[in-house]
């Protein structure tokens, strides 16, 4: 039996596998890591498959409908994000009324909201809830053995004129025995149509584990995909992977290792990078990976030595009261320290900030602001707070009356950015992302910060590639924003 997997058209270089889905203002673009893991596991199992990154590849409507109907599959699998639901249902209706094939979405999106999505279209057949590769596995079979429905754990379904939602599927326990995801890209995908504004170009993605111990109310992918169950892969399946991408993937410069939190266990990430420096890994391959600022200097010189590259920490916030309101379970001392240490091990670090948690006002966002400058970050990234459905933060601006629309369409702007649909008695939505356009204007736009840029893509050609192709894109962006106050303040 034939199954199709899709993530499908919307903006030019939509990224729906982000864990704020949008179309970057550094030009990054996502892979499509949670299908390319189902693909990997249907291909396992003896399913003939295609999968099609419509964004990537630059594929129009009609063109996607070309290439499912080529295919004839009975089984096809779209994936979904928030700001492009709208969107990817009418993509699904589409595909439906081409084939007549069963059409399943998945996604955080349709995860939080199973029974709202069904009833927006009668066309879509189901929703696969949280992590998905065997929901879709056992569909699959299902569907090609003519077995109940019922029988598919995780599964919304359409019967008739009403809608079953069968019991959640436990967490995948084993991570080792999913393929890995590397092995998908290299046969289904291009790798060069992807780009991470921070890494060397060309780059892939994985994950070495699911899930997140810590509590953070903002995060999608832990409360939604995962219900907050930390599983992780064996240091040596991981190293496995790494070889995997040198044996077969030559051309790759950088892994980004994408969990939520790589250095929540720290003793397995001594042990991975034990290996990678004992295979010679770390010679031929550099990465990057998420962390958390308790992150201890022994260890980040570990990682360097390794072979990472940069390190990617959620600083959030410069007030204290206001991580803690985020439970956030860090202290601005420990962001500090992880700041002056990353220096010392010679990592590289993209600091992540939010503008818009609770109690966030115009003066803890400036400390914010001052404090992004203070740690000085070789990048930064300023979000507004979006509260994705399914969250602590979604359930908080609904209690509070601060969520401005329920139309997820506005959860980006026209041009595909992160927009601010949360407005309190503090900040109004405008309010937010004016501060987020301030904080990039005075972190990105400060000599010191020119003149280490410089420096580093000057010594480093690599470094040199991935500034160019990521500046390119951003500081237009940036310009479009100074432009836009000056003309605004002229009025």
Not at 312 to 327: C, F, K, M, R, T
Request: net charge positive; glycine share 4%; proline share 5%.
């Amino acid at each position: 039996m034939k199954v199709l997997l899709l993530n499908p058209p919307f903006l030019p270089k939509f990224s729906r596998n982000s864990r704020s889905p949008a179309v970057t203002k550094g030009g990054t673009i996502y892979m499509p890591i949670w299908l390319s893991y189902a693909t990997g596991v249907l291909e396992k199992e003896g399913f003939e498959v295609k999968l099609i990154d419509a964004p990537a590849q630059k594929l129009s409507p009609e063109e996607v409908i070309d290439e499912i109907k080529k295919f004839e599959p009975k089984l096809i699998v779209i994936d979904t994000s928030t700001p492009s639901i709208n969107n990817d249902i009418k993509v699904a209706e589409s595909v439906k009324d081409a084939t007549n094939s069963f059409v399943i979405l998945v996604g955080t999106h349709v995860s939080a909201l199973p029974e709202e999505t069904l009833k927006l279209s009668k066309k879509i057949d189901a929703v696969a809830r949280k992590e998905y590769d065997y929901t879709i596995r056992d569909l699959a079979f299902a569907l090609k053995e003519g077995n109940p429905l019922q029988s598919v754990l995780g599964l919304s379904f359409r019967k008739n004129e009403g809608i079953i939602h069968n019991p959640d599927r436990p967490m995948i326990e084993n991570l080792d025995e999913l393929p890995f995801v590397t092995s998908v890209y290299n046969k289904y995908l291009n790798i060069k149509n992807y780009f991470y504004s921070s890494a060397n170009y060309p780059m892939v993605m994985i994950m070495t584990g699911r899930g997140c111990p810590f509590r953070c109310f903002f995060c999608n992918w832990p409360q939604v995909f995962f219900e907050r169950k930390y599983r992780l892969r064996s240091p040596e399946n991981v190293v496995a992977e790494f070889e995997y991408i040198v044996k077969n993937l030559p051309e790759v410069k950088e892994v980004g290792v994408e969990d939520d939190t790589l250095t929540a266990d720290i003793p397995r990430v001594h042990k991975i990078c034990r290996l990678l420096i004992e295979n010679g890994i770390n010679k031929k391959l550099k990465w990057y990976a998420n962390v958390r600022v308790a992150l201890d200097l022994e260890t980040m010189k570990f990682m360097k030595k390794a072979g990472c590259r940069l390190i990617i920490p959620g600083y959030e916030s410069g007030v204290q009261e206001i991580l803690d309101n985020a439970h956030k379970g860090i202290t601005i001392e420990q962001s500090r320290e992880f700041a002056k240490n990353a220096k010392k091990a010679g990592l590289l670090v993209h600091g992540c900030f939010i503008i818009g948690l609770p109690g966030e006002t115009r003066e803890t966002a400036k400390k914010t602001i001052e404090f992004a400058k203070e740690l000085d970050s070789d990048d930064a990234q300023f979000f507004p707070l979006i509260p994705y459905p399914g969250t602590e933060a979604y359930e908080w601006v609904k209690k509070n009356n601060y969520l401005l629309t329920e139309e997820f369409s506005k959860w980006s702007t026209e041009e595909g950015w992160h927009n601010s649909i949360v407005s309190t008695p503090e900040l109004t939505n405008e309010e937010i992302l004016e501060l987020c356009n301030q904080a990039k204007i005075k972190f990105y736009l400060r000599p010191k910060y020119i003149l280490k840029t410089l420096k580093l893509v000057l010594t480093n050609w690599n470094e040199t590639k991935r500034a160019f192709k990521a500046s390119n894109v951003f500081f237009r962006y940036l310009f479009k924003v100074i432009r836009g106050r000056k003309s605004v303040s002229k009025r």
